[in-house]
Antibody
Framework: QVQLVESGGGVVQSGRSLRLSCAAS????????IHWVRQAPGKGLEWVAI????????YYADSVEGRFTISRDNSKNTLYLQMNNLRAEDTAVYYC????????????????????WGQGTMVTVSS | EIVMTQSPATLSVSPGERATLSCRAS??????LAWYQQKPGQAPRLLIY???TRAAGIPARFSGSGSGTEFTLTISRLQSEDFAIYYC????????FGQGTKVEIK
């Protein structure tokens, strides 16, 4: 079935780095943009970043711009989030989520909402 | 940034009753509005996109309406599995979420 599975979370000291992964299965990974979304303990959802289907276009929330890097390997059906210079406020459950828009031949349609989510991976930044 | 404001923060409803959740955008989101349901310890689940289109497998008791800056999610007859937190999200200009409405048992 269509599935996203995150991994790589853990406890890390402030200022250090961590890389998250998101493995996709059950659909053609290279036809979809994928987002990272995070949720601090007891808080709401915050969009973090998106990488489009071909990996060429990437965008970030202001809160992580310059510290986080999103990437993907379509040959491995895997998404990544490299997180550098981590701060206490980055502590959250990190979800990968598929953008609903289907992309083919350089054209995407029907996108924007997040129709498939992983189970999340917890990142704790200690000071 | 488009700021999304949901009301109320908490809604107490009896099973079988109707629940009406509101979401307001600080500027027009057109019809690029989604609703998600999240239960404790679980990932969010897409309920509604395009302001009023139910996602695959979502029961007909869930309906969405609105456009521009005012949106509503209605759950016509609450069932036990519907008690959860609901988030609206605009995707007209980047992506932002509301702070959530918790639907609890009255």
């Amino acid at each position: 079935q269509v599935q996203l599975v995150e991994s790589g979370g853990g406890v890390v000291q402030s200022g250090r780095s961590l890389r998250l992964s998101c493995a996709a299965s059950g659909f053609t990974f290279s036809n979809y943009g994928i987002h990272w979304v995070r949720q601090a303990p007891g808080k709401g959802l915050e969009w973090v970043a998106i990488i489009y289907y071909d990996g060429h276009n990437k965008y970030y929330a202001d809160s992580v711009e310059g510290r986080f890097t999103i990437s993907r390997d379509n040959s491995k059906n895997t998404l990544y989030l490299q997180m550098n210079n981590l701060r206490a406020e980055d502590t959250a459950v990190y979800y990968c989520a598929r953008d609903k828009g289907y992309c083919s031949g350089g054209t995407c349609s029907g996108g924007g909402a997040f129709d498939v989510w992983g189970q999340g991976t917890m990142v704790t930044v200690s000071s | 940034e488009i700021v999304m404001t949901q009301s109320p923060a908490t809604l107490s409803v009896s099973p079988g009753e109707r629940a009406t959740l509101s979401c307001r955008a600080s500027q027009s989101a057109s019809s690029n509005l989604a609703w998600y349901q999240q239960k404790p310890g679980q990932a969010p689940r897409l309920l509604i996109y395009g302001a009023s289109t139910r996602a695959a497998g979502i029961p007909a008791r869930f309906s969405g309406s609105g456009s521009g800056t005012e949106f509503t999610l209605t759950i016509s007859r609450l069932q036990s599995e519907d008690f959860a937190i609901y988030y609206c999200q605009q995707y007209n200009y980047w992506w932002t979420f509301g702070q959530g409405t918790k639907v609890e048992i009255k």
